[in-house]
């Protein structure tokens, strides 16, 4: 599939010039050949879908009429190669057509309308869904990555076929890598390490996801897969007698309990070797579970009768058993695990399960059209699929931009996870290291919007805690609780981030329309109009407004505004203008006193601050204004309004720099809250002065936000940041601790004054 990364320009023959008769024969006995190969796959299908397929066929094969790979051999071969995969899935026959014409549509000239014309619509959106992902070539630049990952998410959360095809293709040409040069090596196999094989992982594909990974670290560390691969079959030659008397004891013991089994070997990818000597810094002798065989019983029942066999046969490994059968795995992978101490010591590793469970650890979301019985544990795997994809089309709902988008599904791309029990004793399954604040929006996003505490075990513990498996999980809600951004330093999850995401944004985007409507109402009185201009009776005149600024509506213009991607006072102009046009005229004495009162400094008018405002306004953290302080507020560019000290260094480098975005502000007669202020006290250390300092703080009801301090001398400094209700009430603070014995100085921190 992708454009750039598999084909060769298009080679036609130059204008009567014919090939010789050779190659000609060469590259058409190559094509049947492949296409022969294919049919002999298609024999789950009817007869009319046979003959659908070979129509795709034809079709692909003329469209691609004169391109070859870059190995030389006809294009036309890898969109075969692409079906046959597909067709291992046992695949539709839609999907098996839309693998054929994957590339027909960007290649060949070929419409969308040309496709249902001939195949309908099903087909054709299939293969432009694909299409669409060919498009998008990975730069290097993080926002268009971002934006192709979107894009093919979301297509294979609308058909999950579209991501199996597009697996499908990626296979091939990771098989085919090697004829491609060797500088997009890299590249290729590093996008297909941390994308595609966790995909193929979250969807159940193991064996794609194991084929990927091993494709991909051959290419991108030759040396070193080269290596491992010589040190594995000297290891295999050197222990192939310990494997088969393993194999031999367990087949006797079998036979002996009369169980029919199916017994297979399997060694660990080079892939797992590699990053298993990686993580635990081993050296090869030291990684003892390369071997492992697979035991395919007739029922559940008989999973956990054969695993008491093995048991029998050779001691079991303390701690390495996993009941993936009991708690399938978040893919729906289901398996009995043990490991087993076997001849010489050797660790060996037993996966017990039955015939359907291994079509779903295998082959995952693509289960459903392999094993086609009325299998529950297929339909399962879908589910599971299902649920993950349906995840990805509500965090989109709330994130629009990509690149945060893609940082939320970077999140659920992961092997591992905690299981943990609701009340009424439901397991649900969360990544590792995930919180209670994740417990909540995985059961419901109103539970977790309104979460309050939480109780695990019984025992009432931090909203951070992390979750451990068997926790029982009780989360206590209240109705007039929100969201805390403060959250986000710990979710784990990406459906959690996003709902967290999502609130703390309409909170900020509300919040910033209030103060956008004030600053541009102030504004507008300094150009002598009372007031804003109602929205129906004059309509004519904001539609004209909101063409000015490129505004969609009215709430876009004022969130704009009170994030200080606007300037009120230029809107303000326009708008004054707009309505001089309809007949209104500025009042004079409004005009006068608005503009040349109190605050003729200043080019917009004053906002009054009681510190209720939330998302809207910052308090500088470098220079910590309190109500008493003089203030000037700046309209940051979409940060909304940050309030600084008057004489603050900071303030003054932004006014000399970016004077139009500064407006007088004001504190309010009583403010709604607390504000923080640094204070350093130096003191003569001693037995409990920290103690003592804390509580003079206590008895002036100055709670203790943060402390900071030297290591221990004679003389230390500590710093404090503390919340005060105002200037009077950080001066009384001051006194007190002034006449605190050990205190030899205290001061409020004023670092950034100029």
Known sequence: MNGGFNKAVATGLPAGVAASGDASAAVANAAAASFAALLEKLDYLDSTGIEQVR????????????????????????????????ASWKLDVQALMAALLHDAMEDCGITKADLIDRFGAPVAELVDGLTKLEKLQFNTREENQAESFRKMLLAMARDVRVILIKLADRTHNMRTLSDMPRSKWGRISSETLEIYAPIAHRLGLNQTYRELQDLAFRHLHPWRYATLAKAVNKSRSRRRDIVQKVQSDVDAAFARVGMPVRLAGREKTLYAIHQKMSLKNLSFAQVSDLYGFRVVVPS???????????????????????????????????????????????????????????????????????YKAQDASGAAAERMGTKWLQSLLDIQNETRDAAEFWDHVKVDLFPDAVYVFTPRSQIMALPRGATAVDFAYAIHSDVGDRTTAVRINDEQVPLRTELKNGDVVEVITAD??????????????????SKIRHYVKTLAQNESADLGERLLTQALRSEGMEQLPGSEEHAAIWDKLLRFTGSKTRAELMTDIGLGKRI??????RLVLLLSEDGQRPDALLLTRERYGAHEQVSQGSITLDGSENASVQYASCCRPVPGDPIVGYLGRGEGLVVHHAQCAVARKLQNKDGERFIAVDWADEPARSFEA???????????????????????????????????????????????RDLAHVEAVLRTLRRTQPVLRAFRVLPQLA
């Open 568 to 573: 009120a006072s230029i809107v303000a102009k």
């Open 300 to 370: 559940v029942t008989d999973c956990y009768t054969a695993l008491g066999v093995l048991h029998q046969v050779y001691k079991p490994a303390p701690g390495k058993f996993k009941d993936h059968i009991a708690i399938p795995k978040l893919n729906g992978y289901q398996s009995l695990h043990t490991t087993l101490v076997g001849p010489a010591g050797l660790n060996i590793e037993f996966q017990v399960r039955t015939e359907e469970m291994h079509v779903v650890a295998e082959a995952g979301v693509a289960a459903h059209w392999l």
């Open 55 to 86: 129509q795709a066929y034809r079709y692909a094969d003329t469209a691609h009429l004169g391109q070859l790979r870059n190995s030389g051999e006809p294009y036309i071969t890898h969109p075969i190669a692409v079906a046959a995969l597909c």
């Open 480 to 497: 007039d609780a929100k969201p805390n951004p403060a959250w986000l330093a710990f979710v784990r999850t990406g459906r959690a981030r």
């Open 678 to 724: 640094g204070i350093t006290v130096t003191v003569a250390n001693g037995k409990g002065v920290l103690a003592r300092i804390a509580a003079e703080f206590a008895s002036c009801e100055a709670d203790i936000v943060r402390v900071d301090m030297d290591d221990a001398m004679d003389t230390t400094d500590l710093r404090f940041v503390v919340t005060v």
